[in-house]
């Protein structure tokens, strides 16, 4: 499979964002554009799953920028909603909520009615652990789209940001995770 490393969607979305995310930009740009390689090497999707995607995916830790906070699920919600609004997308906010709320939940998320919210959980995880965590992709697919795509100190600054959370919160180290 091609490696997307340009689409448009993705682009317009992150084009509202950059000043809020400012240097940290690039390195979560490049994730979602991994993650959502990894969403389209797990499973095929249609036109209008893979749409899906690339807004959740947009929209999946921008909490992180917008209240800075490693607690940052629910302020990635408002933002999403708020963009479904405005493109005439409001049928999908439940779906797309879910793909958001449950990208770092531990184990499996059980719901064919919403399926692409576990294939969504897996490609971050993906993603997130490096590669470590394969869902059945090949080392090499996975190496092919971190080299077309690179990691631009994403995992480095999410380390930094995670550390200085603990400091702070050392008996809530990863608000963000679900069983």
């Given at each position: 499979?091609?490696?997307?490393?340009q689409?448009p969607l993705l682009?317009?979305?992150f084009?509202?964002?950059?000043s809020i995310?400012?240097?940290?930009?690039?390195?979560?740009?490049?994730h979602?554009?991994?993650?959502?390689?990894?969403?389209f090497?797990?499973r095929?999707c249609?036109?209008?799953?893979?749409?899906?995607?690339?807004i959740?995916?947009?929209?999946?830790?921008?909490g992180?920028?917008?209240e800075?906070?490693l607690?940052?699920?629910?302020p990635?919600?408002?933002?999403m909603?708020i963009?479904?609004?405005?493109?005439?997308?409001?049928?999908?906010?439940?779906?797309?909520?879910?793909?958001?709320?449950?990208h770092?939940?531990?184990?499996?998320?059980?719901?064919?009615?919403?399926?692409?919210?576990e294939?969504?959980?897996?490609a971050?995880?993906?993603?997130?652990?490096?590669?470590?965590?394969?869902?059945?992709?090949?080392?090499?697919?996975?190496?092919n789209v971190?080299?077309?795509i690179?990691n631009?100190?994403?995992?480095?600054?999410l380390g930094k940001?995670?550390w200085?959370?603990?400091?702070?919160?050392p008996l809530?180290?990863a608000?963000m995770?679900k069983?």
């Open positions: 499979m091609k490696v997307k490393t689409i682009e317009e979305i084009s509202e964002w950059e995310i400012g240097a940290e930009c690039e390195g979560y740009r490049n979602v554009y991994r993650m959502v390689n990894f969403c090497m797990l095929p249609s036109d209008e799953d893979k749409k899906k995607i690339i959740a995916g947009a929209f999946h830790d921008i992180i920028w917008i800075d906070t607690d940052y699920i629910s990635s919600i408002d933002p909603i963009y479904l609004k405005a493109h005439d997308l409001v049928s999908w906010s439940d779906e797309i909520q879910l793909m958001i709320t449950e770092h939940k531990v184990r499996e998320y059980k719901n064919e009615q919403y399926y692409l919210v294939l969504f959980r897996k971050d995880l993906v993603d997130f652990s490096l590669g470590f965590v394969k869902f059945g992709l090949s080392k090499k697919d996975i190496e971190k080299n077309k690179p631009s100190d994403f995992h480095k600054n940001r995670a200085y959370w603990f400091l702070k919160h809530n180290p608000p995770m069983w």
